[in-house]
């Protein structure tokens, strides 16, 4: 069939539609049929052109492609640390989203004069993952208020949060010395009011060194005791190995590993020898009775057999328990 035909043929619809009655120039009702009949030629064009080469097509719309990101969110909106003191974890978290699978690398800003994080800024985090970070304030840090920002970075895309940080004044005076060297350790965050002391203080016998978990700035130090090595006398500094909150230290039996507790939710075991952080081990919550969590093994004690007793303490009150 020719074009011709076909566009012959088509254009029967309009025959199937009556046309409206004349009317007088002056009657009412003529512009509601002159509408009618109009309406009708339309809707026969439309069928014209609808069949016109007998093939009706079809366009596909692509579906909308979301672009993969992040998000931030900290576990807590503010803080508040003493002078010299140390502040609770706060938990910093990348929630992935649309399949993002990269790591965001955390930049801590405007943070006072005096003030260090562990771990130190910038670190990162994976995404999906979460990071407990403790603030640590020097005694000289000058009282106030502060807003902290946490900004986030992954390639193209950033996003930031803030928290409100106060510094308390303290009832702290200068920090003296030990017999060998200082510390800085603060006497309110090593042995709090509504707490049993810890064993902040081992000596390794074997190397000649004095282990101090300094829990305020988030470390464990390690002093020499002795001459032994040219240039480091006693009572120098020798390594300063990062453990957030450390809060305890015990040797092992056999003297190779150095045990830390902590204030947060691990164990930190510390190669004696070459003084460096050998594993963490994440210690699981434990709820001995209704609404009672233990989750800060804040002190852990090396006993016969390679075990430990360790102090189990509530994150949001002062009584503790001991496991084996």
Known sequence: MSPSAQSLRVQNPLKRFPAAPPLPLHSANAEPQRAFALANTLLALTLFAGCQGGVTQSKVVPALVVPADFSLTLSSASLSIAQGGVSPPITVAVNAEHGFVDSVQITLTDLPAGITSNPASPFTIAAGANVAVILGAAVTTATGSNTVTEQAVSGSLSHSANFALSIQTSVLAGLPRTTYARTDAVPLADDPPSEPHHRHIVYDPANRHLFVADRALNRVEVFSTSNQLSGIGIGARVAQIDVPGASSADLSLDGSTVWVGTI?????????????????????????????????????????????????????????????
């Open 264 to 324: 947060t939710e691990q164990v930190v075991a510390i190669d004696a020898t070459l003084l460096r952080v050998r594993s963490r081990y994440f210690v699981q919550p434990m709820s001995p009775a209704p609404n009672t969590t233990f989750d800060r093994p804040e002190e852990i004690l090396m006993v016969a057999g390679g075990s430990g007793l360790m102090r189990l303490r509530q994150s949001s009150a002062g009584q503790a328990m001991l496991v084996l």
